[in-house]
C-alpha cells in the first residue's frame, strides 16, 4: 500500500485554525478592529490569558496586526491582516457547515 503524507501547508492551516478558540477569534475580528475589552464582550467564555496568547500566536503568523495608538490612555486594537481577511471564506465555510450539520 502507498503511504501518503500530507502536505506541510495544509497540515499547519488545520493545525492553526483547529487550536481551540482561534477560529472563533478570527470570526470576531472579521468584524474589522476590536480592542481588547470588545473581544472580551464577543467572547466571554474565553479567559484574558488565552485571548493574549492566541492573538500574540496570530500576530507571530502575520494574520493577526497589533495597533498601538499613542492616546491617554494608551489605545490598542487588533486587526486582521489581509492574510488573516483572506480566512473569510474558510471561516464562512465552517459556520455553513455548523448550520448544516451541528
Known amino acids: 500500500m502507498q503511504k501518503t503524507s500530507i502536505c506541510p501547508k495544509y ?3 488545520a493545525e492553526l485554525l483547529g487550536k481551540k478558540w482561534t477560529g472563533l477569534l478570527i470570526l470576531v475580528l472579521l468584524q474589522g478592529p476590536l ?3 470588545d473581544i472580551k464582550n ?3 467564555d474565553m479567559s484574558d490569558r488565552l485571548i ?3 492573538l500574540k500566536e496570530l500576530e507571530e503568523k502575520g494574520i493577526v ?3 498601538v495608538f499613542p492616546e491617554k ?4 486594537q487588533y486587526q486582521l491582516t489581509s492574510k488573516g481577511k483572506d ?3 474558510v471561516i464562512n465555510a465552517i459556520q455553513d457547515w455548523a448550520e448544516a450539520w451541528v
Open 11 to 13: 497540515e499547519f492551516a
Open 65 to 67: 496586526e497589533r495597533s
Open 42 to 44: 464577543e467572547i466571554p
Open 52 to 54: 493574549t496568547e492566541r
Open 35 to 37: 480592542r481588547f475589552k
Open 73 to 76: 490612555p494608551v489605545r490598542v
Open 87 to 89: 480566512l473569510e471564506p
